[in-house]
Nanobody, 115 residues
Framework: QVQLVESGGGLVQAGASLRLSCAAS???????RAWYRQAPGKQRELVAI???????HYADFVKGRFTISSDNAKNTVNLQMNSLGPEDTAVYYC??????????WGQGTQVTVSS
């Protein structure tokens, strides 16, 4: 059973940076890895996605501030978040889509940005 474990969330002030990490247990072949977030009372939304080949896509609201990266050998995906604002407060989830069509989600890590 594959499990995704996220780390790196926390409470920071506006303008600060955080780096989220997500590690997958077990050996899996992925199509892409992604970070989503869900703020209170809102739907879960895509933040950034990276393909196995390294192609990336970002939501407009994080372009220029967040950077997604991955290590295929270690089955990890990271999200470097800079210039955080209160609007970035949410639970952040990593997601992996495997080559067999299975999707795995992490348990989520809370990011809180105070003004």
């Amino acid at each position: 059973q594959v499990q995704l474990v996220e780390s790196g969330g926390g409470l920071v002030q506006a303008g600060a940076s955080l780096r989220l990490s997500c590690a997958a247990s077990g050996s899996i072949n992925t199509i892409n890895r992604a970070w989503y977030r869900q703020a209170p009372g809102k739907q879960r939304e895509l933040v950034a996605i990276i393909t196995q080949a390294g192609g990336t896509h970002y939501a407009d609201f994080v372009k220029g501030r967040f950077t997604i990266s991955s290590d295929n050998a270690k089955n990890t995906v990271n999200l470097q978040m800079n210039s955080l604002g209160p609007e970035d407060t949410a639970v952040y989830y990593c997601k992996i889509l495997t080559t067999t069509g299975v999707t795995y989600w992490g348990q989520g890590t809370q990011v809180t940005v105070s003004s």
